[in-house]
């Protein structure tokens, strides 16, 4: 029997909803951006997780809603996505120069191979020296 009074200040508005969904939306990008760059654990398996190229994806995402939403925003709203922005390219900075760089990171398959592959495609092929394309296309 109880309802909200609107003056009591009890319900949000709309404008305070959207912010509020706004700002959800924002962190979630930023979570999601941390746990694939090895910041976060992830929650199901409570193991960190690196996949850059994910990460930059919801960096990319979180740049395009600055973009589209420039002019739109509440000063507060603002400053949340520029500072979350902000984190989680200094984040993905700092896991990208700490990540191993793939030749220690498996080193095993190094030792399998120690010569590169020859292509089926390039046996009988011309010596590089008298080939003039590398690459070809055929559609």
Do not use: W
Not at 11 to 32: G, K
Request: overall charge negative.
């Amino acid at each position: 029997m109880n309802e909200p009074n609107p003056s009591s200040g009890h319900e949000p508005t709309r404008d305070e909803r959207l912010s509020a969904l706004f700002a959800h939306l924002v962190m979630q990008q930023s979570n999601m951006a941390m746990m694939l760059m090895g910041k976060t654990p992830h929650p199901e398996t409570g193991k960190p997780v690196r996949d850059f190229e994910s990460a930059k994806l919801f960096i990319d995402l979180l740049e395009m809603l600055e973009a589209k939403t420039k002019g739109n925003l509440t000063k507060e709203e603002q400053n949340l996505l520029k500072q979350t922005l902000m984190a989680v390219r200094m984040g993905f900075v700092e896991a990208v120069e700490s990540s191993p760089p793939q030749s220690e990171a498996k080193p095993q398959d190094a030792a399998k191979s120690p010569e590169p592959e020859k292509s089926p495609l390039l046996e009988g092929a011309a010596p590089a020296e008298e080939s003039h394309k590398k690459f070809t296309k055929k559609y």
